[in-house]
């Protein structure tokens, strides 16, 4: 495996060698869209979605980008230097999948985690000491039905960077060049919470009441609004500022038929990623002093697992 780093440090907007670290949802469908617009690309995974992925490749099928298939390279374990490595596993598994991307095989690759939650960039930095981590994130419905494919349900696929603008701009081009709507941010706090904004009432309301954004945003208004309102006075304790009344309104546009990736976890009996999500809010919460009950008590509801009684409306995914 070669890298394109060219004399300057920064691949051409084409012919990029681009490692994957967890081909699922949202690793699978940037594998998916990044070797169709010419890329090396590279999945690492288990032995079974390694065996697939050699097999069969990627398959695809998403409103935005169309249905395909595409090749892709597969190993367990990064082995040559890459240009950029995509760290998409869910938090759940992070630790143990780091393990099949080793410092030394990374030479001077740009590292993009494009995880759920605000508190892992600190742990990767210490992990790959020297190598740039950048912050980012990524706002797309995706989710992996098997090994290999990838089933792409929102209309659009997103994502911000934050951090060296000399180093993330090729970036940013390369990922739009793909038909990846990309923009670089200033401030990677502000980037990191204006998702976890959004997806901390979206995930924790669509997980405890069983029920999809559209029944959230109708049954579950109420409960919905001062969530949105306690994740804000959070962030903006952080230093984050967000407005309540837009992330209401992306709730509102978004597909009514839409579930949060913790939902699905949920209805499949996966670990949910209870505490990078609202258990990273609760603590952000508690060293600024901001009171969250609701949030509070439904990270509780969930850590526990009951079922939602008749008088809340539904039951638990």
Request: some cysteine; charged content about 25%; aromatic content about 4%.
């Amino acid at each position: 495996m070669s890298s394109s780093l060219g004399n300057a440090g920064v691949p051409s907007a084409r012919g990029w060698t681009i490692a994957v670290l967890g081909p699922g949802g949202v690793g699978g469908l940037l594998a998916g869209v990044l070797s169709r617009a010419g890329h090396r690309v590279v999945c690492v995974a288990g032995q079974d979605t390694v065996r697939t992925l050699r097999q069969d490749g990627i398959r695809v099928r998403s409103g935005q980008f169309g249905d395909f298939a595409a090749y892709v390279e597969a190993d367990t374990e990064l082995r040559e230097r890459v240009d950029l490595c995509l760290i998409t596993v869910k938090h759940t598994a992070l630790d143990a999948a780091l393990e099949r991307i080793p410092a030394r095989a990374l030479g001077d690759a740009l590292i993009l985690p494009l995880l759920n939650g605000i508190e892992h960039l600190p742990a990767l930095r210490r992990r790959y000491d020297g190598h740039e981590v950048a912050a980012g994130v990524i706002r797309v419905e995706s989710s992996r039905t098997a090994p290999g494919t990838i089933t792409h349900g929102s209309p659009f696929t997103e994502i911000d960077l934050a951090g060296r603008r000399e180093r993330l701009s090729p970036l940013a081009a390369m990922l739009a060049d793909a038909g990846v709507r990309s923009r670089v941010c200033d401030d990677e706090t502000a980037a990191l919470w204006s998702k976890l904004a959004f997806l901390a009432p979206f995930a924790l309301l669509t997980t405890r009441y069983g029920l999809t954004i559209g029944a959230v945003r109708t049954e579950r208004r109420e409960e919905l609004v001062t969530l949105v309102e306690e994740t804000a006075a959070v962030s903006d304790a952080c230093g984050a500022p967000t407005d309540p009344a837009k992330t209401l309104a992306l709730y509102d546009a978004f597909p009514a038929e839409s579930k949060s990736s913790m939902q699905r976890d949920a209805e499949a009996g996966r670990p949910l990623e209870l505490d990078a999500i609202g258990g990273a809010v609760l603590r952000a919460a508690g060293r600024h002093g901001v009171p969250v009950p609701v949030m509070s008590r439904l990270v509780a509801e969930l850590t526990t697992g009951p079922t939602a009684d008749s008088s809340r409306g539904g039951t638990t995914g």
